[in-house]
T-cell receptor, first 109, second 112 residues
Framework: QQPVQSPQAVILREGEDAVINCSSS?????VHWYRQKHGEAPVFLMI?????EQKGHDKISASFNEKKQQSSLYLTASQLSYSGTYFC??????????FGRGTSLIVHP | DAGVIQSPRHEVTEMGQEVTLRCKPI?????LFWYRQTMMRGLELLIY????????DSGMPEDRFSAKMPNASFSTLKIQPSEPRDSAVYFC??????????FGPGTRLTVT
């Protein structure tokens, strides 16, 4: 079953922060985050495993609350290059993600 | 490494025709995934292989779809016969484990 992402779309100005949420109705072993720019393939950002560990990737970080079956992606001081669609993927013990519908992020100058 | 290679990049075909999409994974990667992406359904996993063996094909929509991986460096996804609702972007991805997947550039399929 697909995880649910919110919001569906975010529009920001450069330098602003954003949070993208991902929730699952099933127990999670891991959460995967990918970014896809228009007309390109998805690119891996990070994976979070059971344990609630917060990961970071430059100014993009994420948290994973396994009890609440939720993850959040934090984009700090957004850059134009952050524009794209962000997908979260939830997985069970196989660590094969089922992807959500995506959140479109547009960063304006 | 060249990354995941897919061919063709674009395919336009008529309803009822057979379509074959090809994928060359990154050398040394044990997992290969086929995805379909549409506006309506998002990014769907169709099938994945581990060491050339199909592990889960529950995402394959119908018997019209089939996938093979005859060796570690080549996989095909075949649709026979094709229908207009099969129009989508098909991605192949590979990974060393199941954590980080590397996606190919995709094949944009249009069935008229």
């Amino acid at each position: 079953q697909q995880p649910v992402q919110s919001p569906q779309a975010v529009i920001l100005r450069e330098g602003e922060d954003a949070v993208i949420n991902c929730s699952s109705s099933k127990a999670l072993y891991s959460v995967h985050w990918y970014r896809q720019k228009h007309g390109e393939a998805p690119v891996f950002l990070m994976i979070l495993l059971k344990g609630g560990e917060q990961k970071g990737h430059d100014k993009i970080s994420a948290s994973f609350n396994e009890k609440k079956q939720q993850s959040s992606l934090y984009l700090t001081a957004s850059q134009l290059s952050y524009s794209g669609t962000y997908f979260c993927g939830s997985s069970g013990g196989s660590y094969i993600p089922t992807f959500g519908r995506g959140t479109s992020l547009i960063v304006h100058p | 490494d060249a990354g995941v290679i897919q061919s063709p990049r674009h395919e336009v075909t008529e309803m009822g025709q057979e379509v074959t999409l090809r994928c060359k994974p990154i050398s040394g990667h044990d997992y290969l995934f086929w995805y379909r992406q549409t506006m309506m359904r998002g990014l769907e996993l169709l099938i994945y292989f581990n060491n050339n063996v199909p592990i889960d094909d529950s995402g394959m929509p119908e018997d019209r779809f089939s996938a093979k991986m005859p060796n570690a460096s080549f996989s095909t996804l075949k649709i026979q016969p094709s229908e207009p609702r099969d129009s989508a972007v098909y991605f192949c991805a590979s990974s060393r484990d199941t954590y980080e997947q590397y996606f190919g550039p995709g094949t944009r399929l249009t069935v008229t």
